[in-house]
């Protein structure tokens, strides 16, 4: 069975901890932590809007403008959507050669609030849309970045987001030491739980910023399928329905006539039905007892516009006991051209195994479509709950304290991921105990959002002269057209 997750980057067996930590060190001489202060974009680098237009020719069509619209907003916005551009970059970048599992787009809005399975509500990397093994320092590099971006973005002095980048990298490093030092148990069942969250808060923000934490894990807590059934759908006719809100989301029965609808209805449940023999034998007997009942095409996000993705609504018990789960394309992963292609023919198992990897806790209905080509053709979905308590702590809002704060608790989160899969020994005797690697990703973070700013200025340049379709959500443009939707057709 293929195995993403565990290949070509764990210590070789049976070393001990003296001699991963060696390994360590000698990658520490071969590149040293210094190195990663510097980035110059070199004269043959890859048009960042060419890249753009390369990602458009495999999405829906009528939805690119709308993605183009979204990261010309600000340069903030740009960085969401620009993981295939800073992926190019990152690969002329300095390595350690020391491989883990990515999260692939570790930028600081993919790290927010989630359930357990128990109900417990946690803190954690919430995107894996482009996972794949690759050099750890590419998620601290994307993580870094956002602070800086973000900071900008808010008004910052260069004098209030100076220890920002350094915070953040400074809790990944000690958290990396820490867990080297941790038995294989103890890291695996580590996860950053509310209570953290409060302690964190309560040590080192004023109180504008703990009220802000507490509204922001109180409005999770809300964000169930109850609560988006009651957001999202509506009776027509007699006839329960999720709700239009064209573009952004578009019934199945607003974008097919009668009988090409009811055939992509059966592709849907041939959907799930495949998707539910990945699920373990207790899940997939929960998810038997609701019946399928409407289907609708969402637009996601930034970067992720364009891609395919529905919202797929289910009833149990009753008309009251809705579960909504969500159907999101899985491509390539943007890494993949750099760190090699994934060893998962399909690559939402790709996604689903990275996260299950990754996540302290995971979905316990995510999942992915099994059958190689339902319907006689070839898209890979990954499915998860659309909503289970999901939250995030928007960084409009932050003042510099609190966003040194966020920084930190992503840093320790992300270096906990990373020790699940890679060799957090050797990671660890690479970073040391000085501050080098912080300064470095300082100085990277700094200039990279530089390039950031230009790279965002081109495109609002190329939508202005038309190079690149932009529209408004909700402006004539966007009005949806013939759907490229997974019926029975060839497309």
């Not at 069942?189 to 004023?206: F, I, N, P």
């Not at 910023?209 to 809300?222: D, I, V, Y």
């Not at 195994?353 to 099994?370: N, V």
Request: charged share 25%; net charge positive; aromatic share 6%.
């Amino acid at each position: 069975m293929p195995q993403d997750a565990t290949s070509n980057h764990r210590a070789a067996p049976h070393l001990t901890p003296e001699e991963r930590a060696a390994a360590g060190k000698a990658a520490r001489r071969r590149t040293p932590r210094s190195s990663h202060a510097s980035f110059a974009p070199p004269a043959d680098r890859p048009d960042p809007l060419g890249i753009l237009e390369a990602q458009s020719m495999t999405r829906v069509p009528e939805l690119v403008p709308i993605r183009h619209s979204r990261m010309a907003e600000s340069p903030f916005h740009f960085y969401r959507g620009a993981a295939a551009i800073m992926a190019a970059d990152l690969a002329a970048s300095p390595e350690s050669g020391i491989r883990v599992q990515l999260c692939g787009d570790a930028h600081l809005l993919n790290f927010g609030l989630l359930a357990s399975p128990e109900r417990h509500l946690l803190f954690d990397i919430n995107d894996f849309d482009e996972t794949l093994p690759g050099p750890w320092e590419w998620d601290v590099k994307r993580l870094a970045v956002s602070l800086v971006v973000a900071g900008r973005a808010n008004g910052f002095t260069e004098r209030e987001s100076a220890d920002i980048v350094p915070a953040a990298v400074r809790s990944y490093r000690e958290s990396m030491i820490r867990f080297a030092g941790m038995r294989n148990l103890d890291v695996w069942y580590t996860k950053t739980d509310v209570e953290r969250l409060r302690t964190v808060a309560s040590q080192q923000l004023a109180k504008r910023g703990r009220a802000s934490l507490n509204r922001a894990m109180a409005k999770a807590r809300t964000r169930d399928s109850l609560q988006a059934f009651g957001k999202l759908t509506e009776v027509v006719d007699g006839r329960l329905r999720i709700a239009a809100d064209p573009p952004l989301l578009v019934p199945l029965a607003d974008l097919l006539p009668g009988e090409e609808r009811d055939a992509t209805m059966d592709w849907f449940r041939e959907l799930i039905g495949s998707y539910a023999l990945s699920l373990p034998s207790d899940r997939r007997s929960l998810l038997q007892d609701f019946r399928l009942v409407d289907v609708a095409r969402k637009v996601v996000g930034v970067g992720s516009v364009g891609t395919r993705c529905w919202i797929i609504l289910l009833l149990g018990r009753d008309d009251r006991d809705p579960l909504f789960l969500q159907a999101k394309e899985a491509e390539a992963s943007v890494l993949a051209p750099y760190v090699g292609p994934s060893t998962y023919r399909n690559q939402g198992e790709r996604v689903v195994a990275g996260q299950r990897l990754m996540q302290a806790a995971s979905d316990i209905f995510l999942g992915w479509q099994r059958a190689e080509g339902i319907a006689g053709r070839r898209r890979d979905f990954y499915l998860r709950q659309l909503r289970d308590w999901k939250g995030a702590i928007g960084p409009e809002s932050m003042v510099p304290v609190g966003m040194r704060t966020f920084g930190e608790v992503c840093g320790s989160t992300l270096a906990r991921a990373h020790a699940r899969s890679g060799d957090r020994i050797a990671i660890a005797a690479y970073l040391g105990r000085s501050d080098s690697f912080d300064r470095a990703i300082a100085r990277f973070a700094e200039t990279y959002a530089d390039l950031n700013e230009r790279d965002h200025q081109a495109l609002v340049d190329a939508v202005r002269t038309g190079r690149l379709p932009a529209s408004e959500p909700n402006g004539p443009d966007a009005a949806p057209r013939a759907p490229d939707a997974p019926t029975t057709r060839k497309t």
